[in-house]
C-alpha cells in the first residue's frame, strides 16, 4: 500500500535557522516518484521537487536542498538560513507509475519567527 | 496568465443545495484532478480525467460528479451539499496521462463553506 509519513506535525524556528522536514514513504512499486509541495498562508499549492525512484542524487536549490534515501525510505527536504516567507504548510508525496495520482502526507507546518 | 484557474475561489451555500466549481488549463495538459483538502489540511484525490475520459474515482459519493467538456476543462459539481462537505476544493493539471512523472499544476483551490 502507498502511505506517506510527516511524522512532524508543527515546527516553529527563528529565522536564519536551519530546519529539516522529514517524509518518510511506503510504497511496493520500483517504481514511483516523490514529491514537495509547498502551501503559504494563501492557500495555492506550489511545487518544489519531483524525485524518481532511480535518481538518488541530493538536490540543492537555493536554499532549499533534498535528501533521497532509499534505503530508509524517506526523502526529507532542508531549508538553510531560513526566512520567514518560509512560513507555510510543505507537503511530501508519493506517485507510483502505474497509477494517475498524488499520495500526500498530512504536511508539516512551518512556522519561522523573525 | 494563471495555468490552472478555479471559479469560484469562495462559495457559501446551505445544506441541500446543488452547487458547481469550474476548473480550466491552459497548458494543453492531457490530465486534469479533482483533490479535496479538509480542515485538518489532509489532501486527497477524488477524481482524475484523460482526454475527458474518467480515469481515477476515489470512493466519492455520487452527490459529485465531475464533467469534462474538453481536455482543458474539468468543473465538478456537487448535488444535495452536506456539512461535511465543507473544504477547500483543488483543481490540478499534469502532462503525462499514464504516470505522474510530472509535476501537477494546482489551480488556487475553491473554499467551500456548507451553513
Known amino acids: 500500500a502507498q502511505k506517506v509519513t510527516q511524522a512532524q506535525t508543527e515546527i516553529s524556528v527563528v529565522e536564519k535557522e536551519d530546519v529539516t522536514l522529514d517524509c518518510v514513504y511506503e510504497?511496493?512499486?520500483?517504481?514511483?516518484?516523490l514529491f514537495w509541495y509547498k502551501q503559504p498562508p494563501s492557500g495555492e499549492l506550489v511545487f518544489l521537487i519531483r524525485?524518481?525512484?532511480?535518481?538518488?542524487q541530493n538536490e540543492i536549490s537555493g536554499r532549499y536542498s533534498w535528501n533521497f534515501q532509499k534505503s530508509t525510505s524517506s526523502f526529507n527536504f532542508t531549508i538553510t538560513a531560513s526566512q520567514v516567507v518560509d512560513s507555510a504548510v510543505y507537503f511530501c508525496a508519493l506517485s507510483e507509475y502505474d497509477t494517475d495520482k498524488l499520495i500526500f502526507g498530512t504536511g508539516t507546518r512551518l512556522q519561522v519567527f523573525p | 496568465d494563471t495555468a490552472v484557474s478555479q471559479t469560484p475561489k469562495y462559495l457559501v451555500t446551505q445544506m441541500g443545495n446543488d452547487k458547481s466549481i469550474k476548473c480550466e488549463q491552459n497548458?494543453?495538459?492531457?490530465?486534469m484532478y479533482w483533490y479535496k483538502q479538509d480542515s485538518k489540511k489532509f489532501l486527497k484525490i477524488m477524481f482524475s480525467?484523460?482526454?475527458?475520459?474518467?480515469?481515477i474515482n476515489e470512493t466519492v459519493p455520487n452527490r459529485f460528479s465531475p464533467k469534462s467538456p474538453d481536455k482543458a476543462h474539468l468543473n465538478l459539481h456537487i448535488n444535495s451539499l452536506e456539512l461535511g462537505d465543507s473544504a477547500v476544493y483543488f483543481c490540478?493539471?499534469?502532462?503525462?496521462?499514464?504516470?505522474?512523472?510530472?509535476?501537477?499544476?494546482f489551480g488556487q483551490g475553491t473554499r467551500l463553506t456548507v451553513v
Open positions: 510504497t511496493r512499486d520500483t517504481t514511483y516518484y
Open positions: 497548458l494543453g495538459h492531457d490530465t
Open positions: 490540478a493539471s499534469s502532462q503525462e496521462g499514464q504516470a505522474l512523472n510530472t509535476e501537477a499544476f
Open positions: 480525467y484523460n482526454n475527458k475520459e474518467l480515469i
Open positions: 524525485r524518481n525512484s532511480f535518481d538518488e
